[in-house]
Nanobody
């Protein structure tokens, strides 16, 4: 059974950076595609970023392109989301998810992921 634990969230000023971690246990995360999602109060959960199995293909939501980077550390069985130039509208609970996802069929669709972490809060405010 794959278990995912996010960490790295917190309070940061606009323009600042954070790095979120998604640590896996139970099974090698390299065998799964991984997505990062976020949910702000009163809004639907949205796809933020995606990395295919072994990370050969990545994709990003329009709101974060050019600012966020997803990458894997296979030795640590962890996937990271580097977030730069943060904006107040990035404030949300961030979740990582894993699954047998075919990216062209919708990496941003939550239904394609079978494993979820508990989420980590990111607040961007001055």
């Amino acid at each position: 059974q794959l278990q995912l634990v996010e960490s790295g969230g917190g309070l940061v000023q606009p323009g600042g950076s954070l790095r979120l971690s998604c640590a896996a246990s139970g099974i090698s995360l390299a065998e799964y595609a991984v997505g990062w999602f976020r949910q702000a109060p009163g809004k639907e959960r949205e796809g933020v970023s995606f990395a295919s199995m072994r990370g050969g293909y990545t994709n990003y939501g329009d709101a974060v392109k050019g600012r966020f980077t997803i990458f894997r550390d296979t030795a640590k069985n962890t996937v990271y989301l580097q977030m730069n130039s943060l904006k107040p509208e990035d404030t949300a609970v961030y979740y990582c998810a894993a699954g047998d996802v075919v990216p062209m069929l919708g990496w941003y669709d939550m239904r394609n992921y079978g494993y979820w972490g508990q989420g980590t809060q990111v607040t961007v405010s001055s």
